[in-house]
């Protein structure tokens, strides 16, 4: 169960660690200005592995440009990332971003539920380019938890499930219990609907014992 601090200000990076967080979440598609020394420095205060993430619209985020424009805004950062957030009209990219070194996180986020038979699809068609598939949905009801649970257990690992909006916020405690590899948390200013503080879920992962 490793925890993701999502930050929607760089600065925090040290923070972050300092609270328990596992890994960091860079969303330079939420920072202003330039984002070359904004990366470098939270990379920099911090000894957590940095996981760069330039979230489109469609999915969202705030990047609204095109696959190339995407690309001329992260090749600058890798250097100051261990993984790259990767959206599939954005994969073209990903024979550059492993040939700096660095993994991908193969993500698709919906705001609504898919059936479990399009989720194994899914997963398959996101492994063919990412090192670690996200795959974050909405749920419409329980029977949606359960069967969003029922595929996190039987996908091929490591994988990364998720729930977008806060009535089913209590599935993202629970997926990781099932194989889910990260749970994102924010730090003060949420970057989805729904996250836990990572202070919350640090003490959560104490009392599960995770």
Not at 49 to 77: C, D, H, M, Y
Request: hydrophobic residues 45%; charged residues 25%; negative net charge.
């Amino acid at each position: 169960m490793k925890i993701v601090a999502a930050l929607t200000d760089p600065a925090k990076a040290a923070l972050a660690e300092q609270q328990g967080a596992d890994l960091v979440e860079l969303r330079v598609d939420l920072y202003e200005g330039d984002l070359l020394p904004q990366v470098r420095d939270a990379k920099a205060a911090t000894s957590l592995p940095v996981i760069l993430t330039l979230r489109s619209a469609q999915e969202g985020g705030r990047f609204f440009g095109t696959a190339e424009e995407w690309l001329k805004k992260v090749e600058p950062l890798l250097p100051f990332a261990d993984y790259v957030d990767v959206e599939q009209p954005f994969a073209q990219a990903a024979p550059l971003i492993r040939e700096a070194g660095k993994k991908i996180i193969a993500s698709y986020h919906t705001a609504r539920m898919v059936p479990l038979c399009e989720l194994f699809a899914m997963e398959r068609d996101l492994r063919t380019y990412g090192d670690i598939p996200k795959i974050v949905v909405t749920p419409q009801g329980d029977a949606d938890v359960i069967e969003l649970l029922t595929f996190t257990q039987a996908a091929n690992k490591p994988i990364c499930t998720g729930v977008m909006g806060a009535q089913f916020r209590h599935a993202r405690a629970m997926l990781p219990l099932v194989g889910s590899e990260f749970v994102y948390c924010h730090m003060g200013d949420t970057t989805a609907e729904g996250q836990y503080s990572v202070e919350e879920f640090v003490q959560l992962r104490k009392i599960l014992g995770c």
